[in-house]
C-alpha cells in the first residue's frame, strides 16, 4: 500500500509538468477557414474535415485537464509513513528540468528556412504560370465565344487556300 501511495503521489505530481511544454505547443489554432478557401474538390473538403477531426481529437487529448495540487498533509495521514511522503515532497520540489544541450533546433531551423526559401521560389514560379494560363485561358474564351458568331464566309475570307480546297470539292460533288 505504501508503494501504492509513493508511486501514485509520483504520477500526480508529475502530470502537470508531462503535459505543460505539450500544451503550450497546440495551443496555437489553425486557421482552418483559409485552409478550407484554399481546397476546391469536394473530396478534398472531406478530407479537410477528416484531418480536422482528427486533429481536434489529438489536441483534446493532449491538453492538461484540472489537475488538483498535490494534498501531501492528506497523503502522510493517508499513507501512514509521513517520512516517505516528505521525501518525496522535498525531492519534487527539490527537481529542475533538465536543460537540453545540443544544436539540433539550430540546424531544424537552417533546414526549415532552406525549405521555406525553397517553397517561396516554388511560389513565385507558381504565380507567374498562374498569370500566363489565365492570359491563355482568356485567349482560348475569346476564340471560343467567336466560334459562337463566326461564320463560314468569314473563315473561309482568312483562309484562301482553304477557301479553294472547298470550292474544288464542291465543283467535284464531293459533299462528305
Do not use: C
Not at 70 to 95: H, R, Y
Not at 106 to 127: D, T
Amino acid at each position: 500500500m505504501l508503494r501504492i501511495a509513493g508511486l501514485n503521489a509520483v504520477r500526480q505530481a508529475f502530470r502537470p509538468v508531462a503535459t505543460r511544454s505539450f500544451s503550450t505547443a497546440v495551443s496555437k489554432e489553425l486557421d482552418w477557414n483559409a485552409i478550407s478557401a484554399a481546397v476546391e474538390t469536394d473530396a478534398g473538403r472531406s478530407e479537410l474535415m477528416s484531418l480536422k477531426s482528427i486533429y481536434m481529437d489529438i489536441v483534446d487529448k493532449a491538453k492538461p485537464k484540472n489537475v488538483a495540487p498535490i494534498d501531501w498533509a492528506a497523503l502522510k495521514a493517508e499513507t501512514g509513513n509521513p517520512e516517505l511522503v516528505s521525501q518525496f515532497e522535498t525531492t519534487l520540489k527539490g527537481m529542475k528540468p533538465a536543460k537540453f544541450e545540443g544544436d539540433i533546433v539550430q540546424q531544424a531551423q537552417a533546414s526549415f528556412a532552406a525549405l521555406i526559401k525553397e517553397a517561396e521560389a516554388h511560389v513565385a514560379e507558381s504565380n507567374a504560370r498562374i498569370a500566363e494560363l489565365e492570359v491563355e485561358l482568356a485567349k482560348v474564351r475569346a476564340e471560343k465565344d467567336a466560334l459562337n458568331t463566326t461564320t463560314i464566309e468569314e473563315i473561309l475570307e482568312g483562309d484562301a487556300a482553304l477557301k479553294e480546297e472547298v470550292q474544288e470539292e464542291v465543283r467535284q460533288g464531293k459533299w462528305f
